[in-house]
């Protein structure tokens, strides 16, 4: 799993510079104190989505055997709902 500090810099390294704004306003390039708190930010949110995303695979992988070891002792799976 990646930590946040190795996130941070994996974002810096594909986002050199920040702006914020939309095509009708204009966009502005954020200062320095700005860049790191959006960086921050963004390396957070990638790595509560990553957390996520384990969380469920590790579900998927423990139905899955509690499947195998459920049919393995002649139960059907189904009739209890997995």
């Given at each position: 799993m990646t930590?946040?500090?190795?996130?941070?810099?994996i974002i810096k390294a594909e986002n050199p510079t920040?702006?914020?704004g939309d095509?009708?306003?204009?966009y502005t390039q954020l200062n320095a104190k700005d860049y790191e708190a959006k960086v921050k930010e963004?390396?957070?949110?990638?790595?509560?989505?990553?957390a996520k995303m384990a969380e469920a695979e590790a579900l998927v992988q423990s139905?899955?055997?509690?499947?195998?070891k459920l049919?393995?002792?002649?139960?059907?799976p189904k009739?209890?709902?997995?």
């Open positions: 930590t946040l500090n190795e996130m941070i810099e920040l702006q914020v095509d009708e306003q204009g963004y390396a957070e949110a990638r790595l509560a989505k990553q139905k899955a055997e509690a499947v195998e049919t393995a002792l002649g139960i059907d009739a209890l709902g997995l």
